[in-house]
T-cell receptor, first 109, second 108 residues
């Protein structure tokens, strides 16, 4: 089993719709969680950190479920510019970060 | 401007010819790391460094070396590159990982 797993997609989303996807992790001792966005072989960019209580940044909402060992990302009112690959990142003790394989999202007019 | 720079951005080389990819950050971050990204395998961590003179192996360290003699620089060294090291390489800085623009390496 991979340490961090994501549905590769693609998720085809009509513009204006809501899309949500999860990321599961295997290490119950994981301490930090992030979502990154990557556009077509460019460098990944931090989208948001994920806190235990959940957090929201504009149209993006991230949740952490420690009991079931997954994090989620929800995008509301999808824009064409939201088309990208979304990478889940999990950090263990000692700051070792493990990336998921990414979920590809395609927002269409 | 806060940034992570990598050089070169593109490199084609031959098997066995030692090369170094430089990485520099101007954000005074203690934590830096190197990744490679391959189709179907995602981003995999090669090495990381918690601070000057402190480096640790990531998931795929074989065939690579790093050094951290000063906080701002974290070069990646391939002593004897092989074709299976053809990949897209990213350096990243800071705990929340600000990434450099990437280095596309081809080893023939």
């Amino acid at each position: 089993r991979k340490e961090v797993e994501q549905d590769p997609g693609p998720f085809n989303v009509p513009e204006g719709a809501t899309v949500a996807f999860n990321c599961t992790y295997s290490n119950s001792a994981s301490q930090s969680f992030f979502w990154y966005r990557q556009d077509c072989r460019k460098e990944p960019k931090l989208l948001m950190s994920v806190y235990s209580s959940g957090n929201e940044d504009g149209r993006f909402t991230a949740q952490l479920n420690r009991a079931s060992q997954y994090i989620s990302l929800l995008i509301r009112d999808s824009k064409l510019s939201d088309s990208a690959t979304y990478l889940c990142v999990v950090g263990a003790a000692g700051n070792k970060l493990t990336f998921g394989g990414g979920t590809r999202v395609l927002v269409k007019p | 401007e806060a940034q992570v720079t990598q050089n070169p951005r593109y490199l084609i080389t031959v098997t066995g010819k030692k090369l170094t990819v430089t990485c520099s950050q101007n954000m005074n971050h203690e934590y830096m790391s190197w990744y490679r990204q391959d189709p179907g395998l995602g981003l995999r961590q090669i090495y990381y460094s918690m601070n000057v003179e402190v480096t640790d192996k990531g998931d795929v360290p074989e065939g690579y070396k790093v050094s951290r003699k000063e906080k701002r620089n974290f070069p990646l060294i391939l002593e004897s590159p092989s074709p299976n090291q053809t990949s897209l390489y990213f350096c990243a800085s800071g705990y929340e990982q600000y990434f450099g623009p990437g280095t596309r390496l081809t080893v023939t």
